[in-house]
């Protein structure tokens, strides 16, 4: 709750042993006791009353009813999405097929590139490129 290790408890303790004495010590821990019991005592029974408050509007059978709309979205979601691609994919591949049949490009997995037609033009290409970025 606090995060208290236990260097920081010695030192507590030897202090409010030093300010207190042993005499009333045992008397205060209890005291302190009794307080932290008060206190856990109180926020449970808040928990339990905000618990019991939702219960009563209906927002468990809500939940519930969410809960059980976003289940039966996970398990119809992963086929439509499936079948999808699978669609998407069938449209893809005549479009592969025509641009392949064309031979300018070099059609792989995941990528189209161009070929080039012709070493000359290549290099005069490159040379634009090259005259564009210097004249920046």
Known sequence: MF???WLELMVIGITALIVV???ELPQMFR????????AKAMAREFSQSMEDAANESGLKDATKTLNSISDLHKKTKAPLK?????????RIDP????IKSTDNFSVGEDSVEEKAL?????DK??????KSKQKK
Not at 31 to 38: A, P, Y
Not at 95 to 98: G, N
Not at 125 to 130: D, F, L, T
């Open 95 to 98: 479009i592969k097929e025509s």
């Open 118 to 122: 012709n070493k000359n033009l290549v």
């Open 31 to 38: 005291t302190v006791g009794r307080f932290f019991g008060k």
């Open 21 to 23: 004495g042993p005499k």
């Open 3 to 5: 995060d208290l290790g």
């Open 125 to 130: 290409q490159k040379n634009k490129q090259a």
């Open 82 to 90: 499936e079948q999808v691609a699978k669609e998407f994919q069938e």
